[in-house]
Each structure stands twice: as C-alpha cells, then as structure tokens.
C-alpha cells in the first residue's frame, strides 16, 4: 500500500539524515493544547465563583455582556484565520546566516535584471537556447530513460534545448525529482545549470518545487551553483519561496547539518556576479 504524503517526506528525511525524524511541532502543538485545555477550565472555574456571588440582575447582564463578548471574538477569528506554520523558523534565514558565516555576501538578484542575463540583456549568467528540445528527449526525461537520452546525445540531438518559454530539460528533471536524470543531463548531456525560464525560475526554484522535499538533488544543483539560491524569478521569489511551509523544518536542518559544505569558507564575493 502507498504511503501517504506526510510518511513520504518523513521516509525522505530519515534516509537523507539518518535517524527517526519526527514533526517537531506535534509535540509542541499537543503541548500548546494542553496548557489551552487548562487555561480554559482555570477561567470557566474563575467565573463560577465570581458570579456566585452576584445578584440575579447582575449575573444576567454578565452573561449577555459574555455572549456578545463571544460572538465578537467568533467574528474577529474570521476575519483572521491563523497561520498552522507561524513560529516556523524561516529556512532562507537559516541559509543566509550560514552563507555569511562562510564569508559569502547576500545579495539577491532578479534571474531577468539587465546584466544579469536571462531572457533580457546580456547573458552574463543565464543562457537561454535558441533550440527547442525534441519530443523525444521529453518523454525520456518523464520517464526516467537514461539510455534513450545517451541515444538522442549521441545522435546529435541537442539536450541543452529548451521549450518556447525557456524552460530546459535541467528544469523538468529537478521538477520530477530524478537525480539520476539530472547527472546525466549535467555530466554527459553537456546541460548547463544556469538556466532560466521566461519568468525568472531556476532550475534551482523547479527543485524545491516538488511534494516531498529532494534533499540530494537539491545538494547536488548547490555544490554545483550555491550562488542560485539568491535568485528571484519575475514576482521577486527566491527558490525556497517554492518550497511547502509544511518542509520548512526539514529545509532548517537540511541548512543547518549541510550548509557548511554547500558554501565552503572563503572571502566574501559577490555569489551571483
């Protein structure tokens, strides 16, 4: 029987970070309903003792006045609806914190600023081809065909192509989450990593991108590019932008255990120049 989508991400962790990996913040959230379960019955118990010793009148008007007080709450939460992931620690505050540990400036950059590269201005950093890429080429890469895109390679068959919105063969494979595909693609297939689509994503923004987070890829793309994780698309995300809040815990970590690795000691540079 498939698992679930939660036990999914979990098995990811497990096998990326060793270990039982649990949702830190079911404690915390069991926790926090307990202490609001007493809070609850210390009040109602407060207010039971205080109205006894009221009148008649008086403990009328204190229950309508308790009501309305009610209602007006009731409304208030409506118009607000609290956020399940408020409190999460932000992964892009842990990765930047470690990138200036490291020595690495942090400065964002839009993937489609004039000298940058891009679809605009001078490619400088982000090439978009001239070629589309075949059909072909994309069923393989849907369907995990390493041998039918080495076929294609050594047929003439250009696999750094892209689509008519930019987007490469690179971007579909991190999209999928096939590692495999993608070293392929980088180490054989002659596919650049500094690629964007029409509107600014990376192939960086495809990794994160995906239902269950893809920690080796992900790893794989940032020994190779950390610079790519200060980079927006046209509405001005960043690549962790495209990244489920309900993963954030596991980005911290990721950040936190790999980090150091990804962006070694070295003097300060601009990443992205």
């Known amino acids: 029987m498939e698992n679930r989508p939660e036990e999914q991400v979990l098995a990811k962790c497990n096998a990326f970070f060793g270990g039982n990996q649990t ?52 409304e208030e939460a409506k118009k607000k609806p609290r956020d399940p992931y408020e409190g999460y620690e932000d992964p892009m505050t842990v990765a930047s914190a470690v990138m200036n540990a490291q ?78 595909v993608l070293k392929y693609l980088v180490e054989e297939g002659g596919c650049e990593l500094k690629r964007c689509d029409d509107f600014g994503r990376t192939v960086l923004h495809d990794a994160f991108w995906t239902s269950t987070p893809n920690f080796e890829l992900v790893k794989y793309l940032m020994l190779r590019e950390p610079g790519l994780i200060l980079v927006t698309d046209k509405r001005g995300h960043t690549p962790l932008g495209y990244a489920r809040k309900e993963h954030w815990e596991f980005w911290v970590k990721f950040f936190k255990t790999e980090g150091e690795e990804i962006w070694m000691k070295r003097e300060a540079k601009n990443v992205v120049g």
């Open 103 to 180: 020595g690495w400036s942090f400065s964002l950059r839009s993937a489609l600023d004039e000298g940058l590269g891009g679809v605009r201005g001078p490619n400088n950093m982000f090439a978009k081809s001239n070629h589309i890429y075949s059909l072909q080429a994309v069923d393989a890469v849907r369907n995990h065909k390493v041998d039918i895109l080495r076929e294609l390679k050594n047929s003439g068959t250009d696999l750094n192509a892209s689509n008519k919105f930019g987007e490469s063969l690179v971007h579909m494979a991190c999209r999928r989450g096939n590692l495999e």
């Open 23 to 74: 949702k830190s913040s079911s404690t915390a959230n069991q926790q926090t309903k307990n202490m609001n379960m007493i809070s609850s019955s210390s009040s109602v118990i407060h207010s039971e003792m205080v109205l006894s010793d009221l009148s008649e009148s008086e403990m009328s008007e204190a229950a309508s006045f308790s009501h309305e007080k009610e209602d007006e709450l009731e």
